[in-house]
């Protein structure tokens, strides 16, 4: 991949401000936003490889803290946060309106990616901003959470669970018969829950990037 711009931003969401990283190759053809599991942040390793991979197919990323550093050490103490997923979904959707202000990514197709609990915030947002939002992309995720939403999501939906991950795949298998939109469940030979087993994340970055690829490439205007 060619030239890159890397920015540190400041995420406005409600009373909240989100620090954030934009990552920018010349000539993106859309951006996708990250919300990360429970008890994670931006610098979540397994986020900042897809993201890279994303990067390389010429793809923009957010990847933000959906919690302030006050808000983190609260969660730490209850884990009480973490599965607020209202509060995620509402800073995800701040995030989207926040990519459709800013002046260099308001012309990209937007697309969500979520992992673990981030997943319903990520289906939340899709559901929240249907003409903004173009795709999501669901990692070992939790769609159940994204209660009434999931019914009203009209993104073409990607869903990638391990194989080795029983009771999220039956969720994720459920979640697929209330979705009326576009929806692909792909099961990753031999993966638990972090698909930190060899080769498993690498599986699931080359399926979130041709998704994204696909779809948001459709959404550009």
Not at 90 to 114: C, I, K, M, Q, Y
Not at 118 to 135: D, F, H, K, M, N
Request: glycine share 12%; net charge negative.
């Amino acid at each position: 991949m060619g030239d890159m711009s890397v920015d540190e931003v400041v995420l406005p969401a409600g009373d909240a401000s989100l620090p954030g990283t934009l990552g920018l190759p010349v000539g993106a053809r859309g951006i996708v936003v990250f919300a990360h599991g429970s008890g994670s942040s931006r610098f979540s390793p397994r986020n900042r490889f897809v993201a890279e991979v994303l990067q390389q197919a010429g793809l923009g990323t957010l990847l933000m803290d959906l919690l302030t550093p006050e808000e983190e050490e609260e969660d730490r103490r209850s884990a009480a946060l973490r599965f607020d997923i209202g509060v995620l979904a509402g800073r995800l959707v701040a995030a989207v309106d926040w990519l459709a202000a800013d002046e260099r990514t308001s012309s990209l197709p937007v697309g969500t990616f979520g992992a673990s609990t981030g997943a319903a915030a990520a289906l939340i947002a899709a559901a929240s901003r249907p003409t903004e939002v173009a795709a999501v992309v669901s990692r070992g995720g939790r769609p159940d959470l994204a209660g009434g939403a999931l019914e009203r999501v009209a993104a073409p939906t990607l869903l990638v669970v391990g194989a080795a991950d029983p009771i999220v795949l039956d969720l994720n298998r459920e979640a697929m018969q209330r979705m009326r939109g576009q929806v692909r469940l792909e099961v990753v030979p031999g993966a638990t829950h972090l698909f930190e087993e060899p080769g498993a994340l690498e599986t699931v970055a080359g399926l979130a990037s041709d998704w994204f690829r696909e779809k948001l490439s459709r959404g550009a205007v």
